[in-house]
């Protein structure tokens, strides 16, 4: 099977090779780089460094490099087909089945077509452009629904404020498919009137006679490259910008430098529905391919973009893959429109001024909602603005951003549509949003944008409401306290159960999970930690229950708890599963020495039937607590559900009348005594029938484990306010 190599390029740009190889070796940052012991040789002292800009690993002590799929092809044993096609998983980026699909297409002879009839000059272009009383401009909306028309019937004569003569004479609206792209709006701006032919090549892209176009320097019948016809159509866009006094005008006005004007390639989209196939006639199936000309229903070739200032959208190579087109007037719907997903774009998998930002060496990063966002703060200096291609930011995208700097701020409107926006973008984020990284949310003063508040306030201010953008917890209760009314004890129940579900999608082994549980429960007006109260709780209502027993009405209480392993949480936040050992146990060590506890060591009959029945009924469990108990109850050994059965509605009714929410550390600590409980034991069976080798081993995860623990009561001592 052949692969495309644009396909190539964007798997490994797109893949998170931090995740990849921090799950072989454990990587961590030097200066803009991530460093470690290399996975590929043994060594002591790291020489292993990746560079998530560049995505790409090398390793000074054996000479080892590459990309993500080298990696996987080199070290994880894959195939390169099975490299490809995990990556592609990882990322969402199609691998085609069809082989021939790629960035070629076939160039063509043009059909010809009549040269256009001299017009007298245009009068100079003002500010504001107003048409004759005796000649009013078109509307494209009224009640007869008539669409523009390119020619007078019978006239071959160009028209101009519709395009072509060659065009077709009439095309409904209902024809032309508007839907994929900017969601059915089929509102087009031609009440503007152009001030010179529109839809013809200027004199900068026609040879000597003005009769060929210099563009299509490679004969016609050979095959094209979309990236290269993108680079062309992109020079035509920006050129336009020199004989549109209009289209610049919006940018001067909105205090665009030509220096910016340069970097982004910003250009123009002219007047005429074939502006483009009579600027690139060779080319007509590239232009389809890449979706900038389509057919309507009755046939009809039409450009995409028109009337309406250009951004180029560039990959992280810094080419040009696609367009955004904006329209010049505000009442025009839709405001903005981008190109379709081609062979070498796809929107989900494009940050608009990422490319720029890389230019600049940008360390902070931010996601705003606009192109003209990332050029005002780009302007002022703040580079790591990106903004997605007009569908929500996805996880793949954040957990790039978020590896190249552990902080990333989100910057949204202040409107309901912004702020449900950001709150899409937080859901998302979650799963990536280790105990290392952090979200911050920046909503601007009177709904304002980066761009019109660094017009208003200036660079310094921008910088100061970025250093103070709101924590993520502090966003969620915010968030979440204008929805509910916390007056009520409905309300606080309904908030808190949001956050619950939120904190359930953080990654596994998250303390941030109970830090922001806590914290919330403490805001709602929670008098005492958490755990004290689940602690009390246990001990009012039976203070002679074993601690397995304690644990085993707790998992009922809280069954999701068992959705990521407790006791495999433990071992690697307590880093027991890459334990170092003295090379002599080492060598003499069973394979599997440093495998996390499983309950059935345990051996305790009563919780090994609850956390396994509890884990295969997980997902057909009741929302409330108390049904999915009854249903677990039903589900155990006829032993297990007598002795259950007896406490459980004593112990339900004294966790609520406490308003106990979680139990989350409750659980922690628990599984954490009966595992120190197990390490004795065994130390002390190991003592008995000696065996050297196994005790060392115990002993020495026994001293990581409470090192660990020391270490988590001071951190929480740090951070934890009792109340």
């Not at 030509?258 to 982004?264: A, C, I, M, N, V």
């Not at 552990?406 to 309901?416: I, N, Q, V, W």
């Not at 508040?453 to 204008?482: C, H, V």
Request: aromatic share 10%; glycine share 6%; with cysteine.
């Amino acid at each position: 099977m052949s692969i495309p190599n644009h396909i190539l390029e964007q798997l490994n740009s797109q893949s998170d090779l931090i995740s990849i190889i921090g799950r072989h070796t454990t990587l961590k940052r030097a200066g803009s780089e991530y460093k470690g012991c290399c996975p590929f040789h043994g060594e002591k002292s790291p020489s292993f460094y990746v560079n998530p800009q560049k995505n790409i690993y090398h390793c000074f002590g054996c000479s080892v490099g590459g990309n993500a799929i080298s990696f996987l092809r080199d070290y994880e044993n894959l195939t390169f087909i099975e490299a490809v096609n995990e990556l592609s998983k990882q990322t969402g980026i199609e691998v085609p089945k069809d082989e021939q699909q790629n960035v070629s297409y076939q160039r063509s002879k043009p059909t010809p077509t009549p040269k256009p009839v001299s017009r007298p000059a245009p009068k100079p272009v003002t500010d504001v452009i107003t048409q004759p009383a005796s000649k009013p401009a078109p509307n494209f909306l009224s009640s007869e629904n008539s669409p523009p028309s390119y020619h007078n019937e019978g006239d071959s004569t160009y028209n101009d404020n519709a395009g072509y003569d060659s065009a077709p004479n009439h095309i409904p609206y209902a024809d032309i498919n508007y839907s994929s792209d900017y969601g059915g709006a089929d509102y087009i701006n031609t009440d503007y009137n152009p001030t010179e032919q529109q839809g013809y090549p200027p004199a900068w892209l026609m040879d000597d006679d003005s009769t060929t176009i210099s563009s299509n320097n490679i004969a016609a019948d050979k095959e094209g490259n979309l990236y290269e016809l993108l680079s062309q159509i992109q020079q035509f866009y920006q050129h336009n910008l020199t004989t549109h006094p209009h289209a610049k005008h919006y940018f001067t006005a909105r205090g665009v430098s030509e220096q910016s004007l340069d970097t982004f390639g910003l250009g123009y989209a002219p007047f005429g529905w074939q502006h483009l196939e009579h600027q690139f006639p060779h080319d007509i199936e590239g232009l389809k391919a890449l979706g900038l000309v389509r057919q309507s229903e009755s046939g009809r070739d039409y450009d995409l973009l028109r009337d309406r200032v250009i951004f180029p959208i560039r990959d992280n190579q810094g080419r040009v893959i696609g367009f955004g087109g904006r329209a010049l007037d505000d009442e025009v719907k839709p405001k903005y429109i981008n190109s379709s997903d081609s062979p070498v774009f796809h929107k989900q998998h494009v940050l608009y001024g990422y490319y720029e930002s890389r230019q600049q060496r940008a360390n902070s990063w931010m996601v705003v909602e606009g192109y003209m966002d990332v050029i005002a703060l780009y302007q002022a200096g703040i580079y790591g603005a990106v903004a997605s291609m007009g569908t929500a930011i996805n996880e793949s995208q954040i957990s790039r951003l978020l590896t190249l700097n552990p902080t990333l701020t989100l910057s949204f409107d202040g409107d309901g549509a912004g702020q449900k926006a950001a709150w899409r973008t937080l859901e998302v984020s979650l799963p990536v949003l280790s105990d290392d990284k952090e979200l911050r949310f920046l909503t601007l003063p009177n709904n304002q944008d980066p761009d019109t508040f660094i017009k208003s306030q200036g660079d310094d201010a921008m910088r100061e409401q970025i250093t103070n953008a709101m924590p993520l917890s502090q966003y969620i209760f915010a968030y979440l306290s204008e929805r509910y009314d916390l007056s009520l004890a409905e309300g606080k129940a309904k908030l808190m159960s949001q956050v619950r579900a939120l904190t359930g999608s953080l990654p596994k082994g998250s303390s941030f999970r109970y830090l922001l549980n806590n914290d919330i429960y403490q805001k709602l007006g929670g008098k005492r930690n958490q755990n004290i109260e689940a602690k009390d709780a246990l001990l009012d209502f039976d203070g002679d229950m074993t601690i397995s027993q304690q644990l085993q009405l707790c998992f009922l209480f809280q069954p999701r708890a068992l959705q990521d392993d407790p006791i495999e949480a433990i071992w690697q936040q307590a880093g027991i599963n890459s334990l170092e050992l003295p090379a002599h146990i080492k060598r003499r060590a069973p394979t599997d020495a440093n495998r996390p506890l499983a309950w059935a060591d345990l051996q305790d009959d009563a919780l090994f039937d609850v956390v396994s029945t509890i884990q295969r009924c997980l997902a057909y469990l009741p929302q409330d607590a108390n049904a999915a108990a009854h249903f677990i109850l039903s589900n155990l050994s006829p032993l297990a559900q007598e002795a259950l059965s007896r406490s459980w509605g004593a112990f339900y009714k004294t966790l609520t009348a406490r308003n106990i929410l979680n139990l989350d550390e409750q659980i922690e600590n628990l599984v954490i005594q009966l595992i120190k409980l197990h390490m004795q034991k065994k130390m002390q069976e190991l003592i008995k029938n000696p065996d050297h080798i196994k005790l060392a081993i115990v002993r020495k995860q026994t001293q990581h484990l409470n090192d660990w623990l020391r270490e988590q009561q001071a951190e929480q001592s740090a951070q934890m306010i009792s109340i």
